[in-house]
């Protein structure tokens, strides 16, 4: 995996795919709000034309096209009111929030004006034990036993860990300062990338709603050094935040393009409003290129590379179905 050239390449070929559609098909009238499986946790959209992509019991994306230019606002409020309070994240195109049911919802408000709703039911975690080997092993134990292990083997341990507060979590990253995950160490505020000198890698984040997210990987043949102003380089076995925001990009960009070339699939060919519609598609590309550009690194390493591999097959997954 060499660059974030691949991606780039990859999407502008669906870019002239989405062209081929709009030239030979057609559209409808949208799809209805009843036919997504977790619209009873959302207040029903009201206004504007809805796109739904991802629709099962453990996901849900829905695009909604011509709102209104104060509809978002008003979505969001009602979303709010609905109960989506716990550990929000505020921002003026973003409003991510859990409910006290434990589903997070995410809006993404485009500058057309249309927006884009992700809904995620609650991970199902149970008591774990930690491990006694491997790279788990490296870490301080965590004080609740109560998640999801996700990864287990003598190279990389991935565990979400439920019931912990978000004191808890910054206590945990304290002891894995002290346990030796200091170097070339990037702290923020709910989130916590560093080494060791063994050559182990440990990002950690406080996803909200009493939710610690931790992976530990082991970089064989790297060399470590002591200066802990380093972000992480390019060599290290953590996937970076900025790289992962990118990969999230493009892929909340893709379930958008399943949703709108499905319902091309089933059309006649005699809507005009489809060129608009792809007009659309070109503005949301263009943010999505400049959003992935602001990533400045050259090469993947091998967490990244697994996780472009992962997000690249569920596209394909999707793009399948049409």
Not at 54 to 77: A, F, M
Not at 118 to 129: D, G, H, K, Q
Not at 232 to 240: A, C, K, L, Q, W
Request: with cysteine; net charge negative; proline share 2%.
């Amino acid at each position: 995996m060499k660059n974030k050239k691949v991606i780039i390449v990859g999407v502008v070929v669906v870019v002239l795919l989405i062209l081929c559609f709009v030239l030979f098909g057609g559209g409808n009238e949208g799809d209805d709000w009843d036919e997504a499986l977790l619209s009873d946790y959302l207040p029903e959209v009201e206004e504007g034309t809805l796109s739904i992509g991802i629709n099962s019991e453990e996901e849900l994306s829905v695009s909604v096209k011509d709102p209104g230019t104060k509809y978002y606002k008003e979505y969001k409020d009602k979303c709010i009111k609905k109960g989506y309070t716990v550990d929000p994240k505020k921002e003026d195109d973003k409003y991510t929030a859990y409910n006290k049911d434990g589903y997070k919802l995410e809006l993404l408000h485009y500058s057309s004006g249309d927006f884009h709703i992700r809904l995620y039911a609650p991970e199902e975690m149970s008591e774990f034990t930690w491990p006694s080997n491997g790279a788990g092993a490296k870490l301080p134990k965590t004080e609740s036993n109560y998640g999801k292990i996700e990864s287990n083997s003598s190279n990389g341990f991935g565990v979400l860990v439920g019931k912990t507060t978000k004191e808890d979590y910054d206590n945990y990253v304290s002891e894995c300062e002290k346990a030796g995950f200091n170097l070339n160490f990037d702290k923020k505020d709910d989130s916590y990338y560093a080494k060791s000198s063994d050559g182990y890698s440990v990002t950690l984040t406080y996803e909200g709603n009493n939710i610690m997210h931790i992976v530990v990987n082991h970089s064989t043949g790297e060399s470590n050094n002591n200066n802990s102003d380093e972000k992480p380089s390019n060599n290290s076995n953590g996937i970076r935040s900025d790289f992962k925001k990118a990969m999230d990009s493009y892929e909340k960009f893709m379930d958008e393009y399943v949703a709108f070339m499905k319902k091309y699939k089933n059309s006649n060919g005699s809507d005009l409003s489809l060129l608009q519609e792809y007009n659309d598609y070109l503005t949301k590309y263009t943010d999505f290129v400049n959003e992935f550009n602001e990533w400045d690194s050259k090469d993947l390493n091998d967490a990244e590379a697994k996780y472009y591999i992962e997000v690249q097959t569920r596209v394909n997954k999707k793009l399948l179905e049409i």
